[in-house]
């Protein structure tokens, strides 16, 4: 017969059912968390203050231990034990339909925020340019003709002076001074002209040409960020504290505990072997 001190909800009087904290070995480090840790890397790996020995401590001496075994580790048992097979198997099955969900509750339960603020949001815009500016300039100037520099001046000169000689004749046989019998004058004047006069003629037949064409490239990107925050008046700021309370009186490990639940136990236990 069973022990009578026992309760078997499967009423079956081979032997009680296990509990358990009795087919784990957590305090030589053979718990639940201690496999977890070896079969994947869980979102708490690396975090110095919390170790897998005292998840497992709490887990099945504070928490689920007196929990009767749901049926996936009652067929994993050998000799009232699971092995080390038989718990990575277990933590595989834990991983593969827990570890998204406990990744995403990590990561709100360590995000940073202001906790009055219910506005926050960043936009980033990103505009592409690709044009090019392309300007020609073409043109012909051109410059003919004749350029004449007529030069027609006309220099005189004209010299007028008068020049009077006195010549005296004298008659025949005369002695004692001379007594000239008449003068005569000469006068010499005259007129000097001086004429400049002609032409430089200076042809200029010139042509200058304008071919030019600019090209210039404005590919490229222009990036704006912008970041808006604050209360935009919505909920006062006593709702958004009280809020801010509720939230972190819920504790991840105790959702991770009610998960682990779900696959390790059943949902009542014997209050006999708590």
């Not at 020049?163 to 004047?189: A, C, F, H, Q």
């Not at 200029?204 to 808006?228: K, Q």
């Not at 490990?253 to 014997?270: C, G, M, N, R």
């Amino acid at each position: 017969m069973s022990n009578p001190f026992y309760f078997n909800p499967f009423f079956d009087d081979a032997e009680p059912e296990p509990i358990l904290r009795d087919v784990f070995d957590y305090v030589n480090g053979e718990g639940i968390f201690s496999a977890l840790a070896t079969a994947g890397t869980m979102p708490w790996s690396g975090i110095e203050s919390i170790d897998d020995t005292s998840l497992d401590l709490e887990y099945f001496a504070n928490h689920s231990g007196g929990k009767f075994c749901a049926p996936l580790v009652k067929s994993l048992l050998k000799n009232g034990k699971l092995d080390e097979a038989a718990r990575t198997s277990i933590a595989k099955i834990l991983i593969s339909k827990y570890l998204y969900n406990w990744q995403r509750l990590w990561e709100t339960n360590i995000v940073k925020y202001e906790p009055i603020h219910n506005y926050n949001m960043y936009e980033t815009r990103n505009l592409v340019r690709s044009e090019d500016e392309k300007r020609a300039t073409e043109g012909e100037l051109k410059k003919t003709g004749t350029d004449t520099l007529q030069h027609g001046l006309t220099e005189t000169t004209t010299h007028g002076h008068t020049t009077d000689e006195l010549t005296s004749r004298y008659g025949l046989n005369t002695e004692g001074d001379p007594k000239p019998s008449d003068d005569v004058k000469t006068t010499e004047g005259g007129t000097t002209k001086v004429a400049d006069s002609g032409s430089d003629v200076t042809q200029h037949d010139t042509t200058d040409a304008n071919n030019v064409t600019e090209t210039r490239d404005n590919d490229g990107m222009e990036s704006e960020s912008t970041h808006r925050y604050g209360n935009i008046g919505v909920t006062t700021s006593q709702k958004m504290l009280a809020d801010e309370r509720e939230v972190w009186m819920w504790n991840f490990f105790d959702q991770v505990f009610a998960d682990l639940d779900k696959e390790l136990t059943l949902a009542f236990h014997d209050p006999c072997r708590v």
